[in-house]
């Protein structure tokens, strides 16, 4: 009888990959080290482990924003921070200046250095005030 029981409750608690229609909706896909997806969602899991095609990676910079096109995007469900779907209507409305992918990535080269100037002057001025701050990489240990 154990037997028996054994396989109806794992039917009971399998789950099955959800497969969504071909004319689905556009979704953007927040992940954890802060990229951001956007692409139509083919399939998800119990896991939230993602299946996204035509997609792309949007950067944005200030009032700018660059996508670099990806193709098809498997995600696993770990990196998954937010999903939603994208109104059409207001993306289309956005006030952002969509520009080239090489413009992108040196605008975002350039904010990247200006803040990495902007971190090493505080941590130059605390030094001067005789505080010793922790090095930002270092910050999770604590």
Do not use: W
Request: proline share 3%.
């Amino acid at each position: 009888m154990e037997r028996e029981i054994l396989p109806h409750l794992f039917q009971v608690f399998s789950f099955e990959l959800f497969r969504i229609g071909e004319n689905s909706e556009k979704h953007l896909v927040l992940l954890r080290d802060g990229r951001t997806l956007i692409g139509f969602l083919r399939s998800i899991d119990q896991f939230a482990n993602l299946v996204l095609h035509q997609t792309l990676e949007r950067i944005y910079v200030g009032q700018k924003y660059g996508d670099i096109p990806r193709g098809i995007f498997i995600v696993r469900g770990e990196n998954v921070v937010l999903v939603g779907e994208i109104d059409l209507d207001k993306e289309s409305a956005s006030t952002l200046q969509c520009v080239t992918v090489e413009k992108i990535l040196a605008d975002l080269r350039q904010e990247k250095e200006a803040r990495s100037r902007a971190e090493k002057l505080k941590i130059q001025a605390s030094k001067e005030r005789g505080l010793m701050l922790p090095y930002p990489d270092s910050l999770d240990d604590y």
